[in-house]
């Protein structure tokens, strides 16, 4: 159980911003969100993670609702290369375990040229 | 560190054969975890290493299957009496704590 649901696909333009969503309603107070992305043929590869205030880095950023029931993840102008799924996992606050990277199905995300 | 190897990158076995897959975790990483991934989708967890220290072991991973992880270093992954049902690509993570787990190639197993 991935604990979090996420749309099946998404489709955005190149050089556009993607907001890809993630809900996580049963999340509880120490619980990180965490976002991997998969690129075909290729293992899973960290984007990001928060726990209560929106993060951002070189890959992305990631804003969560004040309620923290959900989580957003921003690529402020998407690539080709950022064809991916998209996963989004709520970590235990002690991590480690299978309540920790638990994988649920993701996002396929699209982008047209 | 080139980061998480795995080898081999692809294994073709008949069915009831044995395999063993090995990983190579990034140096000084204490977690590392094993997963399996079919077509279309997500990983999922098959077991986790504190260390040297099987920790938790998915109701996905049958008898059949053993990991190892001597000394805290590189880890393997055996696969008993090999049946199609276990095609899969085999991924390997390995992370110091929780925050970021890096992740290898994987090893795509076919049982034929």
């Known amino acids: 159980d991935a604990k979090t649901t996420q749309p099946n696909s998404m489709e955005s333009n190149e050089e556009e911003p993607v907001h890809l969503p993630c809900n996580h309603s049963t999340i509880s107070g120490t619980d990180y969100i965490h976002w991997y992305r998969q690129l075909p043929s290729q293992g899973p590869e960290y984007v990001i993670h928060?726990?209560?205030s929106n993060v951002n880095n070189r890959m992305a950023s990631l804003a969560i609702a004040e309620d923290r029931k959900s989580s957003t993840l921003i690529l402020h102008r998407a690539t080709l290369r950022d064809a991916a799924v998209y996963y989004c996992?709520?970590?235990?606050?002690?991590?480690?375990?299978?309540?920790?990277?638990?994988f649920g199905k993701g996002t396929h995300l699209i982008i047209q040229p | 560190d080139t980061g998480v190897s795995q080898n081999p990158r692809h294994k073709i076995t008949k069915r009831g054969q044995n395999v063993t897959f090995r990983c190579d975790p990034i140096s000084e990483h204490n977690r590392l975890y094993w997963y399996r991934q079919t077509l279309g989708q997500g990983p999922e967890f098959l077991t986790y290493f504190q260390n040297e220290a099987q920790l938790e072991k998915s109701r996905l991973l049958s008898d059949r299957f053993s990991a190892e992880r001597p000394k805290g270093s590189f880890s393997t992954l055996e696969i008993q009496r090999t049946e199609q049902g276990d095609s899969a690509m085999y991924l390997c993570?390995?992370?110091?704590?929780?925050?970021?787990?890096?992740f290898g190639q994987g090893t795509r197993l076919t049982v034929v």
């Open positions: 996992i709520r970590i235990l606050g002690g991590g480690g375990g299978a309540d920790g990277l638990t």
């Open positions: 928060g726990l209560t």
């Open positions: 993570a390995s992370s110091f704590g929780t925050v970021e787990a890096f």
